[in-house]
DNA sequence: GATGGAAAAAGGTATGGACATTTATCGTGC
DNA sequence: GCACGATAAATGTCCATACCTTTTTCCATC
């Protein structure tokens, strides 16, 4: 009966010993025991109940996260975020956390900078005055250097920020945001608007695209139909991995 | 200078050591010290270089696997598959992976089973006779139960199956694959031919279907203007996780 | 009451060891 | 030559322990 290695909830014994604690802590999330929101015991009360030492509650805890039930925080706890599980796939592409993703994981090759003219509809799209004087930044986003182009994508900048334009031509990284750094530690961001906007053929044609992947012509049609998408990346450089993300329509969709 | 702390090609002493070395890794996997299909040093030889333990070379090469550099298997080693970078959402997406996630990841409910004669159209589409009598099965893919619908979805099944059919009404699991084990171990599958179609308007009134997601959007938008997609399922269940997909299109799209 | 610092609590990182399980290989015996 | 078992090698799982870092709490001080 009282089996040293068995985990209680679960007479199973076939797996390692994180898989099964995996699962009670999981029927527990969705059951309700964990109510979204609260905190769940922690790592050490974890591993007493079960008999176990951190190392496996951990274990089993990363698949927690993984999954989208919980958020860990060191000298806080683990709080429960869902009751269900949300896969990789649809956590992220169901909200913004995918475009978040693109922003940070994919690779960004600008073609070209211009100074234009602000005519009405992009005065109105980039919060500026007709006529006014501003730089236009046509870019392609790529899964990584010399993979599958994803998006093409213009952005815009105010006139003030003009010796920043020097740095952009031919610039390719990882992502593509501009920012000054104030004396008083204050960010301001230099590119206002970001329009993914369907590839003009010829640029198709110019970087001898083949016809895309799944996710190049999803994602293309996605913003084409969608008229305009407009995203403002925030890029925190003091801290390793803060990156915030604002995005909003440029006119309501039909729906 | 011999700082015990520092790692080898590495001078930086910021962060934890076992992302120190994920970036020396990384480096070495892009530039080719590791060629791809090549074994990587055993996790002991690397912790020996790193002067570190087995625990931290552990996590070093957990971030490699999870981003599509290496394969790791018990007994062999660990092989380099990729020389770049494969996020996540593109690696899966861009490839029939993506499906796979879905077809185990999600959930299928069975909306309603009938018994058909098949027309020209069908007969072609499934390999069947025309007038030959099938069953038709419809169902709804979800991301979870009660999660987001993803797209509406009409199976074939040829009639030497009907023994299998009563099992279909009210079905509801995280995939749908109907196989048989003959006593030789040969495996057969039911269902011949899996079409995704638009969903019907009154199936989305009866479900109460809220303006979709983008997963819902993008998925249905694709699988509509391709026309028809055929998917079939093989599931060998003496596998843990071996599942085998094979999609093509009914017709040749015009791209 | 506001401030600042100490202390507690929680997860994060790391060591060193042990044993289990899977896989490939090699040799032996048939 | 083939089957089979032993063996070695590599990753997988698990433990006990220690210390670090972050966050919160709370108390003493001003």
Redesign the pocket.
């Known amino acids: 009966m009282a089996d040293t290695t068995s985990v209680a909830g679960e007479a199973g014994s076939d797996g ?4 099964r604690i995996q699962k009670v802590l999981e029927e527990r999330l969705i059951g309700g025991v964990y109510p979204v929101g609260s905190l ?1 015991p ?3 009360e974890l591993a007493a109940e079960f ?6 509650i ?2 089993a ?1 990363r698949y927690l996260r993984e999954h989208g039930y919980v958020e ?7 709080r429960v975020i869902s009751s269900s599980p949300h896969s990789t796939f649809f956590r992220s592409f169901g909200s913004l956390e995918e475009l978040f993703q693109i922003a940070v994981e994919t690779y960004y090759v600008i073609l070209y900078t211009r100074r234009i003219a602000l005519d009405a509809e992009l005065a109105e799209l980039v919060g500026g005055l007709p006529g006014e004087e501003w730089f236009e930044v046509a870019g392609v986003r790529w899964t990584r250097p010399g993979g599958t182009p994803i998006c093409y994508i213009q952005s815009y900048i105010p006139a003030r920020f003009e010796h920043v334009i020097p740095l952009l031509d031919g610039h390719q990284g990882p992502f593509f945001a501009l920012l000054e750094r104030h004396s008083d530690g204050k960010i301001e961001e230099a590119v206002q608007e970001i329009r993914a906007l369907p590839m003009p053929a010829e640029i198709e044609r110019q970087l001898g695209l083949s016809k895309g992947s799944w996710a190049l012509q999803l994602l293309r049609r996605y913003l084409t139909d969608q008229g305009v998408l407009i995203a403002s990346f925030n890029w925190h450089p003091s801290d390793q991995m803060v990156y915030m993300m604002h995005i909003q329509r440029a006119k309501p969709s039909v729906d």
Not at 16 to 19: H, L, N, Q, V
Not at 51 to 56: G, I, P
Request: proline share 4%.
């Open positions: 390692p010993r994180y898989a769940i922690t790592e050490i008999n176990t030492s951190r190392f496996t951990r274990e805890l860990r925080r060191q000298g806080v706890g683990t």
